[in-house]
């Protein structure tokens, strides 16, 4: 699915609702969709699912009333305000069934099926939870840890601030893709099921895609369960509206010293507080900034988070030591800097693009990961990207194709080292990243299209369904006569089973 024809603004997301997804990590809307629909839902992925077990990637077609939630204006509208008007629904999606007396699971993070992938902060992927049945709290719905999707590890071992996403049949929550969550216990005799689909951003911000009335960053009116992550969340929502990154933050004044000193403090609420101060202040903070660096070190992850924004917003004066700190021994300190880095923007490309030639693997790694991050503003990266295709390192491969991806059409030159690596890398997720880059990179990729023809039959299916998207965005008749041809060979009769073979 590719939502193509535009949406009126009445369907897309206020600035209060960005604001609050940026915050707090999830959005829950309902469909103007018939009750009946969504008892049909039920009662079709119910039968099938006794009779075939686990419908997994396939509930689309077995169910294809799914395609009128996700189609519904205010389903579009919430996706197009969060990830862009090209968005395109990632083939993964999963019907999950709370069974009757479950006692529930433990918080997680999606993985990406069976991938490795640095968490991102800015909304590049997103998750849809569907309910086709009512779910009340004692029917077990899932349940949310909000604010958590920029941290990596728990920061409380309860479930302090644990919201249950509950809803009528119809109801669809859109969290962002990391979102701490998991599935409560259902204390009824009936199976609860939620429909998980992903969603992937296309295209670099540009503009505010949402409903927006004032492009400004608020700061006023927000409740977060979390402790504050200001420079965060403005960053954020800085990127989300179409600003470079760099334009984080607006100098003003404010008593570097106290900061200073309560960076030092025994009380870990005082230390992030701190930072985030600082991360309000832009250059004025630069004295700060061993300080800062010194925080990346903190056992507490909202401390490490808020120096990492504050040393972004800093800018150009802090890339020397955040380049050091890319080869830090502890792995927590070296993503921070990353994260630091990409908010930096176009003045860390220069020093990003040498530390690609480093010698060991993490720093390599970690610079591309943020190249990756800062998208078109890293387009002068392009030729040192295009040499280090070849690097010895998975994972490195993998952010040089994910960092073309997100610098776009500009990448056009990385076309021929992309379609190197989708041919021939052995590395299944490097081969995934090269076709969606290509997808990315649009028309400019049409040179692909005999390599993207041959991606169709790639082993891994997700290489498959990005090679789709990537034809389909390409658009010239070439890539057509390939996509048709993949649905000729590749049709299936969603109404075959066991019991109906003709």
């Given at each position: ?12 997301l206020t600035d209060a609702q960005m604001r609050d997804f940026i915050v707090n990590g999830y959005l829950t809307i309902k469909t103007d969709l018939p009750r009946s629909v969504h ?75 069976g991938y490795q992938k640095v968490r991102h902060h800015c909304p590049r992927w997103a998750m849809a939870f569907y309910y086709p049945q009512d779910a009340p709290i004692e029917m ?28 009528e049949a119809g109801t669809i929550t859109v969290i962002h893709f990391d979102l701490w969550h998991r599935a409560m216990a259902n204390q009824t005799d009936k199976t609860r099921y ?309």
């Amino acid at each position: 699915m590719q939502a193509n024809s535009r949406l009126s603004n009445e369907c897309k997301l206020t600035d209060a609702q960005m604001r609050d997804f940026i915050v707090n990590g999830y959005l829950t809307i309902k469909t103007d969709l018939p009750r009946s629909v969504h008892e049909t839902i039920y009662r079709k992925t119910q039968e099938y699912t006794e009779k075939e077990g686990n419908l997994g990637n396939n509930i689309l077609p077995r169910v294809p009333e799914l395609q009128a939630v996700f189609e519904d204006p205010a389903v579009r509208g919430a996706f197009t305000s969060i990830l862009g008007e090209n968005y395109v629904m990632h083939s993964h999606r999963h019907p999950h069934q709370n069974r009757p007396h479950s006692d529930g699971q433990g918080f997680h993070k999606d993985s990406y099926w069976g991938y490795q992938k640095v968490r991102h902060h800015c909304p590049r992927w997103a998750m849809a939870f569907y309910y086709p049945q009512d779910a009340p709290i004692e029917m077990g719905p899932s349940s949310v840890l909000p604010g958590t999707q920029y941290y990596s590890t728990r920061i409380t071992e309860d479930n302090d601030s644990e919201l249950a996403v509950c809803g009528e049949a119809g109801t669809i929550t859109v969290i962002h893709f990391d979102l701490w969550h998991r599935a409560m216990a259902n204390q009824t005799d009936k199976t609860r099921y939620m429909m998980k689909f992903q969603f992937i951003r296309m295209d670099a911000p540009e503009t505010p895609e949402w409903n927006v009335t004032d492009p400004h960053w608020q700061p006023e009116g927000i409740k977060p369960a979390t402790p504050p992550h200001q420079g965060t969340w403005r960053h954020v929502w800085n990127w989300v509206a179409g600003e470079a990154n760099g334009r984080n933050a607006e100098p003003s004044n404010g008593n570097l010293s106290d900061y200073i000193a309560a960076l030092g403090s025994d009380d870990r609420d005082v230390r992030a507080n701190a930072a985030d101060q600082l991360a309000l202040l832009g250059e004025s903070a630069t004295d700060t900034i061993p300080q800062l660096i010194q925080a990346l070190h903190d056992g507490y992850e909202p401390v490490r988070l808020n120096a990492a924004y504050a040393l972004g917003t800093i800018g150009e004066p802090a890339v020397p030591q955040l380049i050091e700190s890319l080869g830090d021994e502890n792995g927590p300190t070296r993503r921070m800097a990353a994260y630091a880095l990409a908010a930096v923007g176009a003045p860390a490309v220069p020093a990003l693009s040498e530390a690609l030639q480093h010698t060991e693997d993490a720093v390599r790694i970690e610079a591309a990961y943020a190249l990756a991050q800062i998208g078109d503003s890293a387009e002068a990266a392009i030729p040192v990207l295009i040499e280090r295709t070849k690097d010895d390192a998975d994972e490195v491969r993998r952010y040089l194709a994910d960092a073309f991806g997100g610098i776009g059409p500009a990448a056009a030159p990385a076309v021929p080292a992309l379609i190197e690596m989708l041919e021939h890398d052995e590395d299944k997720q490097a081969r995934f990243e090269a076709a969606l880059a290509l997808a990315q990179i649009g028309p400019a990729s049409s040179d692909a299209v005999p390599a993207l023809s041959k991606a169709l039959r790639d082993p891994d299916r997700y290489v498959r369904d990005n090679a789709i998207h990537a034809l389909k965005r390409i658009d010239t008749a070439e890539a057509e006569s390939a996509l048709f041809d993949y649905l000729l060979l590749a049709r299936w009769c969603p109404i075959t089973n066991r019991a109906s073979t003709h």
